[in-house]
């Protein structure tokens, strides 16, 4: 091959890398400046794993009394939900709170108590009481720490933390998310992607590159994974990281 064959392709080969450190500088920039839709996403998936697990433990053990309890709080959380009368919602708000508290101290113990303060953590954080809501969800995860609802409390006590701007907690919140229910958890995936997400906004670019690899490893058919995988591109681009 002459060198003018050679030459197209180190221009091809060229212009190749410079379109992944395009891409990864805008990818970086879309997340820098969407943080709260990242936010935004963990809870979605904490609310809607948290229905799918209550829907099957209450119809598991719909004989318990506190489960019964806990069936009817979620039948006044439904229709607080869609509640469109700014008085009647705030009344009705209050109703529920107490339900969910009375559930809590009534049967310390079960996992109704655990599903009712993730609940009420998860009312707190829409409410914008963030600190009352990561107090909350981690009372939750203390109830049971063995439990399908374990997980989820972690992911809202670290989503609780950020948006009160305690970034450290919700590092630690999810550092324990990534180190203790890695596996058959529905939410690790997105757990390790803020996790490194945080590390990285701290200028922890090692810490953050070991996230973003355990997530490609653990979970590569994600797409939280496909993520990870350019922000592995970004960070190695801007010689951030090995």
């Not at 410079?18 to 879309?30: C, G, M, P, R, V």
């Not at 506190?66 to 708000?93: F, G, I, N, P, Y």
């Not at 996790?195 to 994600?222: I, W």
């Amino acid at each position: 091959m002459n060198q003018q064959e050679k030459q197209p392709r180190k221009d091809m080969n060229v212009l190749n890398k410079n379109e992944k450190k395009a891409f990864s500088d805008k990818l970086a920039d879309f997340i820098s400046a969407n943080r709260i839709l990242f936010i935004g996403i963990a809870i979605g998936i904490v609310v809607a794993i948290a229905a799918v697990g209550i829907y099957t433990a209450v119809s598991e053990n719909v004989a318990t009394a506190s489960s019964r309890a806990m069936e009817l709080a979620e039948q006044k959380l439904q229709q607080w939900s869609q509640e469109t009368d700014e008085q009647k919602k705030a009344d009705s708000e209050k109703a529920l709170l107490v339900d969910l508290d009375t559930i809590a101290k009534k049967w310390p113990h079960t996992i109704a108590a655990q599903r009712a303060l993730l609940r009420k953590a998860a009312i707190l954080n829409q409410k914008k009481e963030y600190a009352d809501a990561e107090k909350t969800a981690l009372d939750a995860l203390a109830r049971n720490k063995n439990s399908y609802a374990a997980p989820i409390a972690l992911e809202l006590a670290a989503v609780s933390a950020e948006e009160a701007g305690n970034k450290d907690a919700a590092i630690a919140h999810y550092t324990q998310l990534a180190k203790d229910y890695l596996k058959d958890n529905p939410v690790a995936p997105h757990a390790l992607f803020n996790l490194g997400r945080l590390q990285e906004e701290k200028s922890d670019y090692k810490a953050a590159m070991a996230s973003y690899n355990q997530l490609v490893s653990a979970f590569g058919g994600s797409d939280w994974a496909l993520l990870a995988k350019n922000r592995i591109i970004y960070l190695k681009a801007k010689g951030l990281a090995e």
